[in-house]
Each structure stands twice: as C-alpha cells, then as structure tokens.
C-alpha cells in the first residue's frame, strides 16, 4: 500500500498553484510547505498524517516519463470535470477530456498534463447509476 507520490517540478510557485487549483474539486489541498520554502504536501487532512501527495523542487531540469501517471480518485464524475477544468485553468495542458474509458463499463477520467508535463489523471469508478439485476 502506497503512503504517498511525489514528484519533482522545476519551479515550485508556478506548480503550487497549479496543484492548488487542480486538486481542489477532489478534496485535497496544500496543507504544509517544506524544506525552505521548496516542497509542499497535499492531503485531505493536516498534519503528516494527512500527507498524500507531494511536490518538491529540483536543483537538475525535470524530464517527466510519458509512461508514468499519478491518477488521484474523484467522488464522482462531476469532481472529474471540475478537476479537468481546474488543471487547464491553472496552466496545465489538456491529455484526455472527462469522459469513459475502456478500462471497465464505470471508468470516468480526465488527463491532464501539470506545467512540467506530470501526466495527471483523475478517476470516478462509480457507475451512472446502480445495476439491476434480473
């Protein structure tokens, strides 16, 4: 079981904000600033313990990998549309509007690229509505 990701950025005020905005509608914000001023933790609680995520800025050029991706969970497929619209608000580059997936029949995700092309992802695996069963 994972604890948290981390990814490196190159210029931490322009990726705070990014992250600030875009995870938002999914329930986590920046909750503690670190190592001078050149790291920040999201979560959805303060304190460490809350620690999901995190971003620190690196002293060497960042080369994000295109086979790597965070997916951060949404709770429903309208937090997937918000988080989308979030990310392009903030700077960040359309890789993948809201919408289904193939993945399996309730897959609802949008991609985005972070300003240092992270490919981000968030998912809603809820079904529209509930199965019936015969």
């Given at each position: 079981m994972l604890d948290h990701a981390s990814l490196g950025v190159t210029d931490i005020a322009r990726s705070r904000h990014f992250y600030d905005v875009a995870l938002r509608p999914l329930?986590?914000?920046r909750i503690v600033n670190f190592r001078n001023g050149k790291g920040a933790d999201y979560g959805d609680a303060p304190g460490s313990i809350g620690v999901q995520f995190t971003i620190t800025e690196e002293a060497e050029p960042v080369v994000p990998s295109r086979g790597t991706h965070l997916c951060f969970r949404a709770p429903d497929r309208a937090a997937v549309a918000a988080f989308h619209a979030a990310a392009i608000s903030a700077g960040g580059r359309d890789?993948?509007?809201?919408?289904?997936?193939?993945?399996?029949?309730?897959?609802?995700?949008?991609?985005?690229?972070?300003?240092?092309?992270?490919?981000?992802?968030?998912?809603?695996?809820?079904p529209e509505a509930p199965a019936t069963e015969s």
């Open positions: 329930g986590l914000v890789d993948g509007k809201p919408g289904p997936r193939s993945y399996h029949s309730a897959y609802y995700a949008a991609f985005v690229l972070d300003p240092d092309g992270h490919r981000i992802e968030a998912v809603c695996h809820a």
